[in-house]
Structures are given as C-alpha cells and as structure tokens.
C-alpha cells in the first residue's frame, strides 16, 4: 500500500483540503442549480456544526484555512450577516436542525451558493427535507451541490483516531435504554468506522465476536459497505481499490467490555497522563504556569501533535523518561546557542561566517526553544498533579493487582483507601481495577472498603455496574450462541467473518 494510505490523519486533511477546494465535477456530488464550473472559488465563508468544528481542529489551524481562500469560518447556529457575493461551503452533520438552518440561509440568500458537505451519508428522507424546504424558502436554486464526505471521526494522529461520541459506552449500558436508541447509537458508530475505511481507501475483511454490541455494528458496517458496491461500483473501485483484494487488511471490532481495566487504570505514559490528568482534547492542553516573581499563575494552551518531534518521539514513554528528555533537550539547546555565540572570533571574515551560521541556525532554534519551554511547563504541571495525587503510587498497586494473591491485593488496596494523597476519583478507580483484576473476589468482602469510600464522599456506583457486568457474562456463558457468519472470500463484496 502506498504510505500515505495508512496515515490517517493525512488522507482526512487531504479530503478536507479538497472539499475546501469548491469543486462541482467530483464523484459523489448532487448538482444543484448553481451552474458555474470554476474548479475552484478562492474566497469563500466555511461554516460548519460544532461536530465538525471538532473534526477540523486537529487537522488545520486558522492560518491553513486562510490559504484555502476561507475568508470566515463561523458556526452554522450562530448569527452569522449577510455575504451575498461569497459562496458557502458548509460542512455538518446530517440532522434536521442542521438543514432546516442551511435552507433557510438559502432562502434569505445569505450566500452567493451553498456547496453543502455532509460528514456522513445523509439518509433519503433528510435528503428530500433538504431539497422541500429549499424550494419554500425560495433558495433552491443557491444550492450548487450535496456532497456526503465520510469523514465522521476525529483523527488524533497518523495511526489513531476517535469516532467523537462521548457518553457512548454510558448511554449503551444505562439501565431502561430502549431499542430505538441503542439502534441510533449502532449506526452512529457504523457510520463513523465507514468514514474511517473510506477515507483510508480500503476495503477491509470483517472480525467481531458473536452475540454481542460489536456483531451488530459490524454487521451494519457490511450492509454499508455492500450497498455502496453495489449501487455505486464506479465510485466503490475508485474509492477502495477493490481490484488490490490481496492487500485488504483486517477490522476487528471489540466491544468496550473486553479491556474495562485499561480504561479506568491509572497510567504512567507521557500522552496518556496529558489526557487523564490536564484532560488533552482535540491535541490541544491548557496548563497552569507559573510566571514567576511572584506574579499569580496563569493557564497556557498548547497544540500537541505528531509534528513535534520531542512529543512524537517521547509521547509514549514513562513520564520518568520523559522528564529525563526534557533536561536533555534544555542542555542541547544551551550548548548550541553558545556555540553560536562563540562564532566569528577570527576577524571580519569569521564574524560574517558566524552571522551567517546565526540567521540560517535562527528559525530551528526558535522553534526548538518553543518546543522545550511547551514539553517544560507541561512536564511542570503533571509533576505538580503526580505528588499531590501520588499518582505514581497509584499506578504501581493497580498494575500490580494481577499478579498478586486477593488477599495481598486486598491489603494494599485498603492501604490505598486510608492514604490521605489522592482523589476520591482515584480511589474509585482504585477499587474499579481490583474489581476488574480479581474477579473471584467474595461478595462482602469489599463492603468495608466501599464504606471507606462513601465515608470520602465518593460514589460506588461503577462497582454496581460491573457487578451487573459479570453476573450478565455469566449467565451468557451458558448459553450456546449462533455461530459469526463465514463470509470471508476473495470478492470485494465478502467482508464479513
């Protein structure tokens, strides 16, 4: 495959920047009435939901979309005046709120067209809103495209990326959930894994367990994937490759529930404490730094991606290591600032040399020093949480849970309970990850740790919850399920096994 292909977070800026580009030949457009064919407009206003807005975040800042001719960039549901001579290029959710709004900027011709993008497959009904309410506002004919771009997911870095539902997993497993609302729930997370496999341009083969969440959504996933191949086969071979069926690669859909530990654990890594702890979002973190001189502290805010090179080297390391990284890199840049300090001693000559050295050494240098005073008040702001938390000893008696006796592992977590560093969040968690480790533990014998844990105001609700949890794993391994469908083959349309 080429290399591109399997970056993630490339192909979807790459089918942003496209979008961007306003062009009305593309597979994949509706025509509207709109009858200009410029390839591309340089000037438009790019309006998006706030679904969207999170997409865009990761992938280009306001100076990018500035050089994709995006004179404003606003939300949809704001109050936004009129620009009648700019087109519009809109990029939302397929949702009623979302068209009924298009179409009436339509109507009140707030644009000069509307080249309106979907980040999921729109559905018929919503589609044909789309276009009745146009024509009742009188706007139809500033419609100059519908496009839906499957691109629903956020992507975080070349290899990671996130369907953006958060409260998914809760919704999922309230008590009383109906089945209207956990089929909703299945097809957004259909849609947004479709828009991953799109936007990666491949066709994957299919794994999941039976008889469980991760069977329904990749079976939604398949009949995606086949009404696609079959309804748009041009469009499908173009998109996916389908003649390359030797390098399909494989989905395995999981749920949830077969690694609740690891969700709820404390963590020791570098990028993982900057999300757990600063709460990263988006790769962006707003830290407390202190200015010093007495001055009171003020937060900071800064992008972390995969294009710093100390975090895409450090971002996986023990924050230990990390820390060690930091001194490192302010030792580096120290010496090699005075080595350029030190140059041009030999005369004229060599002070033109040095000045030289200097003004090409000058933008790598800089951007050198950003990155350490970043990665400073950063590693700053985590050591600040790690002792007043004592997160470090968290993480070493969750870790050690496993390997030890319940007896031993009980002790130290009581010896966690009654420490008086750390959260009663962290407790919780604590007492989730024994729970989760030692899943023979008698009934009873947590009941003086969880009025430990009331006692400091916390909550033993998630222990309810896995409790629920194991009793329904129980009852369904007695129970034969229906074997997973075989429908693994060398066809493009075969995906499912």
């Not at 009435?33 to 992938?59: E, H, M, V």
């Not at 999922?172 to 959930?177: D, L, P, S, W």
């Not at 398949?222 to 041009?234: I, T, V, Y």
């Amino acid at each position: 495959r080429r290399a591109m292909a399997l970056n993630l977070r490339e192909a979807q800026k790459h089918a942003i920047e496209k979008m961007l580009k306003l062009e009305l030949d593309e597979a994949g457009g509706r025509g509207g009435g709109w009858q200009d064919r410029k390839s591309t407009l340089t000037w438009k206003c790019f309006i998006y939901d706030k679904f969207c807005q999170d997409i865009i975040a990761p992938l280009l800042k306001i100076g990018s979309l500035r050089q994709h001719g995006v004179t404003l960039h606003l939300q949809l549901h704001a109050d936004r005046s009129k620009v009648p001579d700019v087109a519009a290029c809109y990029f939302v959710e397929p949702t009623e709120a979302n068209i009924a709004r298009i179409a009436a900027d339509c109507g009140s011709g707030l644009y000069q067209s509307a080249h309106i993008n979907f980040s999921s497959t729109i559905p018929a009904p919503l589609l044909q809103k789309l276009a009745l309410d146009a024509v009742k506002a009188g706007g139809a004919d500033r419609i100059a495209k519908v496009v839906d771009r499957l691109t629903s997911f956020v992507s975080l870095s070349p290899t990671m990326c996130s369907l953006h539902l958060p409260g998914m997993y809760k919704m999922m497993n309230m008590e009383g959930v109906t089945d209207q609302v956990m089929e909703q729930a299945m097809d957004r997370i259909a849609d947004g894994i479709l828009s991953v496999v799109a936007t990666l341009r491949t066709l994957p083969v299919i794994r999941c367990p039976s008889g469980q969440a991760s069977q329904m959504v990749a079976q939604k996933l398949h009949a995606r994937l086949s009404k696609l191949l079959k309804e748009s086969p041009a469009q499908a071979a173009e998109m996916f490759n389908t003649a390359a069926t030797s390098a399909r690669p494989l989905l395995a859909i999981l749920d949830r529930d077969m690694d609740l530990a690891t969700m709820v654990a404390h963590t020791w890594t570098y990028q993982a404490l900057c999300q757990d702890v600063l709460g990263l979002r988006l790769n962006r973190v707003i830290v407390p730094v202190d200015e010093g001189d007495g001055k009171p502290g003020q937060s900071k805010t800064f992008d972390v991606d995969m294009s710093d090179e100390f975090w895409a080297k450090h971002g996986a390391e023990p924050f230990q290591t990390v820390a060690e990284a930091v001194h490192e890199s302010i030792q580096e840049f120290n010496v090699k600032r005075a080595e350029l300090n030190e140059g041009g001693d030999d005369g004229l000559e060599g002070l033109s040399e040095g000045l030289a050295a200097a003004m090409n050494a000058l933008p790598l240098m800089t951007e050198k020093k950003r990155s350490i005073d970043m990665h400073t008040n950063i590693a700053t702001a985590l050591l600040n949480e790690i002792k007043a938390r004592e997160i470090d000893r968290h993480y070493e008696v969750e870790a050690d849970f496993a390997a030890q006796t319940q007896a031993a592992a009980l002790k130290e977590l009581e010896n966690l309970m009654d420490h008086p560093k750390g959260t009663v969040m962290d407790k919780a968690r604590a007492l989730a990850v024994f729970f989760l480790t030692q899943p023979d533990v008698k009934p009873g014998k947590l009941d003086p740790i969880v009025e430990k844990l009331r006692g400091l105001g916390g909550d033993d609700g998630a222990l309810t919850h896995l409790k629920r949890l194991a009793s329904l794993k129980k009852m369904q391994q007695g129970i034969p399920s229906a074997p997973p469908p075989t429908m693994v083959g060398q066809s493009a349309s075969n995906m499912l096994g």
